[in-house]
């Protein structure tokens, strides 16, 4: 344990870190320039803690295709709406990020490649099992 404790009152150091818990805010962003980066994206939410931020790039020309995603751990005095009125001034739009519930996650379905190979699913896991 790495927190000291005050010798009069018996409050520990750590206190007022855990009186707020944290805010993850997950934001998706739209309408970036051409030449636009994760690191500028980082500079313009203004916030202290950026764990992710991603520019989605166009794999032929290699420039930013206009999307992108940023992930922000919100501290004291931050909120997300002022992470959001950063990104109107600068003319991106930005919206929360939400799941498409339609989406599959590779791990609990078939990958699609095999998907049209097998016919028969409950033989392919028996038989999966078995070796």
Request: proline share 5%; with cysteine; glycine share 6%.
């Amino acid at each position: 344990m790495l927190a000291s404790n005050h010798f009069e009152t018996g409050t520990s150091s750590l206190e007022p870190v855990f009186q707020n818990d944290p805010m993850v805010v997950d934001l998706s962003v739209s309408r970036l320039p051409a030449d636009f980066d994760a690191n500028k994206l980082k500079q313009i939410a203004g916030s202290k803690h950026v764990f992710e931020a991603t520019v989605e790039e166009d794999s032929m020309k290699g420039i930013c295709s206009g999307a992108g995603r940023i992930k922000i751990r919100l501290n004291h005095g931050e909120t997300s709406e002022k992470v959001k009125l950063n990104f109107l001034r600068e003319g991106i739009l930005v919206h929360e990020h939400q799941q498409d519930p339609r989406k599959r996650p590779v791990v609990t379905g078939i990958p699609r490649e095999k998907s049209k190979e097998i016919t028969n699913h409950h033989y392919e896991k028996q038989s999966f099992l078995q070796t």
